[in-house]
């Protein structure tokens, strides 16, 4: 004790000689060489066997959230390649644990109700944008019936209707924006995609009402909504922030607006409608209640909002890829040509079978854009991995990384080349899947219909289990739609005409999307 007490002596003197900034300095520096030494320690020495390797890192409570922030696919590939396909990192303090590869995404995705939970990990973001008393906002066996409700309205004679709208609002809105005056030009893609999806799908989905009263300003607003699901609001999703109140101004004032247009169908006794908002005005849950008017309105943000991202991001690459390849632009257009007519008559629903590599730049593009890099669960009971010792404890948040094995080269050829020709049964390229027919596989009803449990798939661009997007069907439509319309109207390429090259991805949001400005040249065929 006596040494210990003349060298604590001793730097208390030269401590004391200091300035108080210094001293504080001091101090700060040594607590944190201190925690960071000690954390450094702790995963060394204190291992535990039965749980999920962890990530190295210097910082406690910070850990790996800078790494996986900044590039979150290449932080799963990184230390998938360290630690194997399921390993945990720090994320802001909490232990997360990662499992990629299709059984990870079969483990976490179609784990049971009484093992994982979304509602705890997503509800704070999406309450205050959706609204209350739905989607994450109330119990799951409500949030199921809540999308029966949806999924019921999707259906082949709805997507018959909806194709002839969608086309026309892009052939409209292509005539009319100033980004596209002229024979040519260069545009800021990103910008016109998210008008493009949101006017598309409120128009075919919520009604001609719904699409009058939605503008450019409209749009905005749901721009304003959409900065609610920022990384920080899983913390700060409370605080007075500029962006809040943004976000919960455009929630009221959109929620206003399909409560008045519910409001106007009830007076004028409209009964003829079959888009989404009429389907819902006439629903009633399992109790016998009628879903109330808010929950409509609620619904209905939570309809455009889900969409909208992945849609806005996805459409946006393929523009991007479809830009950086000419000769598939010029591909789709003559096969549009030789499936439909030199003429190319108005689009139906029937001619998107006709077009298979149509089809396959949804499936090419969403493979190595998939919006949503990274989906989680609150784990609520202790859950044993399947052929490993390990058992992912309550304190752990789980993480399915899907974009991870749809560019897995075990699965797909090439995985870094975009190629929507690999999808072609006699390509070299074709991804390497495990045989299954649809028929065969495993069905199961969470509460809104069967639907294939899946997960296993190293190919899940819309999720999978119980919150698997019921949209799926819908956003297939509309992309092709999309597609095909603006490869009609314009050629397309790289403005510094370089080939294969597209701009890098921004994560700095819950979605992957190009960071902008993302321009690309246009060139109108019948300029």
Request: hydrophobic share 40%; glycine share 6%.
């Amino acid at each position: 004790m006596g040494l210990l007490e003349d060298v604590v002596g001793q730097l208390s003197q030269q401590l004391s000689k200091l300035s108080t900034a210094s001293q504080v300095g001091v101090i700060v520096g040594g607590v944190l060489f201190f925690a960071v030494l000690l954390n450094v320690l702790q995963q060394v020495l204190f291992k535990n066997s039965n749980e999920p390797p962890v990530v190295f890192h210097w910082f406690p409570l910070v850990g790996s959230t800078v790494t996986y922030g900044m590039d979150p696919p290449r932080f799963f590939k990184e230390n998938r390649a360290k630690y194997g396909d399921i390993f945990t990192f720090v994320l802001l303090g909490k232990k997360t644990t990662v499992y990629v590869g299709p059984a990870g995404n079969d483990f976490i995705l179609n784990g049971k109700i009484k093992d994982v939970c979304a509602e705890e990990i997503y509800g704070v973001l999406t309450t205050p944008v959706f609204g209350k008393d739905v989607v994450y906002d109330c119990p799951n066996a409500k949030l199921m019936e809540q999308k029966k409700f949806m999924k019921i309205a999707l259906t082949t004679t709805a997507f018959q209707q909806y194709v002839p709208i969608i086309a026309d609002e892009v052939a409209n809105y292509l005539k009319k924006c100033p980004s596209f005056k002229g024979k040519s030009g260069v545009t800021n893609i990103p910008k016109n995609m998210a008008e493009i999806t949101i006017f598309t799908a409120s128009h075919s989905l919520q009604g001609s009402e719904v699409r009058s009263k939605f503008d450019e300003k409209l749009a905005d607003l749901y721009h304003d909504l959409d900065m609610g699901f920022t990384p920080v609001n899983f913390m700060l999703h409370w605080a007075p922030l500029p962006w809040n109140r943004r976000r919960d101004h455009a929630q009221r004032t959109i929620a206003k607006i399909y409560m008045d247009t519910i409001k106007e169908r009830r007076a004028a006794n409209k009964t003829d409608a079959q888009d989404i908002m009429w389907h819902l005005m006439n629903s009633t849950y399992k109790n016998g209640v009628k879903v109330p008017d808010h929950e409509i309105a609620h619904m209905m943000i939570a309809l455009l909002m889900a969409g909208q991202h992945s849609s806005s991001s996805t459409s946006s690459w393929m523009m991007l890829r479809l830009a950086s390849r000419p000769d598939i632009v010029e591909k789709l257009y003559n096969e549009q040509v030789e499936a439909l007519g030199a003429d190319l008559p108005p689009l139906k629903y029937e001619d998107l079978a006709k077009l298979p590599l149509n089809q396959a730049i949804i499936k090419e593009t969403l493979r190595l854009h998939a919006p949503i890099h990274s989906i989680m669960r609150a784990v609520k009971s202790p859950m044993p991995v399947p052929g490993t010792k390990y058992v992912v404890p309550t304190s752990h948040t789980l993480l399915a990384a899907a974009g991870v094995s749809a560019s897995d080269p075990a699965y797909f050829p090439e995985p870094d080349l975009w190629e929507p020709t690999r999808w072609s049964k006699d390509s070299s390229l074709a991804p390497k899947l495990p045989s299954s027919r649809e028929d065969e596989e495993e069905k199961i009803d969470y509460g809104y219909g069967l639907v294939s449990k899946g997960a296993n798939s190293p190919y899940l661009p819309f999720g999978a289990g119980r919150h698997r997007c019921i949209g799926e069907q819908f956003a297939n439509v509309q992309l092709q739609t999309i597609n095909a319309m603006i490869v009609r109207t314009f050629k397309l390429r790289n403005v510094d005409g370089s080939f294969g090259k597209v701009i890098d991805t921004d994560y700095a949001s819950l979605f992957s999307r190009p960071l902008e400005p993302a321009n690309i040249h246009w060139e109108k065929r019948n300029a």
